[in-house]
Antibody, heavy 122, light 109 residues
């Protein structure tokens, strides 16, 4: 089956760090760009970060709200994407989804994981 | 920064047609995606590249994009269409390149 499975969420104090992982199966990971998208409780979707596939240099982009605090990476040998989050704030509390870009000429997320919850609280 | 504006809610009776709009500056020049999200579930793309329907999405669901408004149209609405719908684009000039609209809650009366 084609699927994305997130892990690593939990309760963390403000200012601390957390690392999320997205394990994929059922498709050739290295062919696809990947993204993290979050959703605060009762709110809408907010894009967090993306990483292009190795053919495009695995370059990264970040939302202004997380730039300098979060780092997205990928391990193509293990078919895993990571999101390293540091200096966490209460406003980072959200469900974090891993998503696959479909690979076309614009960004369209055709496969999503079920999400992992991150709660930032004292 | 580029902004996408959606109505917070749309209501429609079963069997009728629902239209969800997504307004943005010259959005007609961009590629628009639409996602459906049901309670407790991850989003699912229902329209990509303005009007493309991914495999498994019924023909009742369609998209259009012109000028300053993109529209998601759901014909012969069913109870199972009740969900939140989000539009999304890529914008090179924004600090945050992937832009989502605020979402629209579709209620089936």
């Amino acid at each position: 089956d084609v699927q994305l499975v997130e892990s690593g969420g939990g309760l963390v104090e403000p200012g601390r760090s957390l690392r999320l992982s997205c394990s994929v199966s059922g498709f050739t990971f290295r062919f696809y760009a990947m993204a993290w998208i979050r959703q605060a409780p009762g709110k809408g979707l907010e894009w967090v970060a993306l990483i292009r596939n190795p053919a495009f240099g695995a370059t990264t982009e970040y939302a202004a709200s997380v730039k300098g605090r979060f780092t997205i990476s990928r391990d193509d040998s293990a078919s895993v994407a990571h999101l390293q989050m540091s200096s966490l704030k209460s406003e980072d509390t959200a469900v974090y989804y891993c998503a696959r870009d479909s690979g076309g000429s614009s960004w369209s997320f055709d496969l999503w994981g079920q999400g992992t919850m991150v709660a930032v609280s004292p | 920064s580029y902004v996408l504006t959606q109505p917070p809610s749309v209501s429609v009776a079963p069997g009728k047609t629902a239209r969800v709009t997504c307004a943005g500056s010259n959005i007609g020049s961009k590629s628009v995606q639409w996602y459906q999200q049901k309670p407790g579930q991850a989003p699912v793309v229902v329209i990509s590249y303005n009007s493309g329907r991914p495999s498994g999405i019924p023909e009742r669901i369609s998209g259009s994009n012109s000028g300053s408004t993109a529209t998601l149209t759901i014909s012969r609405v069913e109870a199972g269409d009740e969900a939140d719908y989000y539009c999304q684009v890529w914008d090179d000039s924004s600090d945050s390149h992937v832009i989502f609209g605020g979402g629209t809650k579709l209620t089936v009366l």
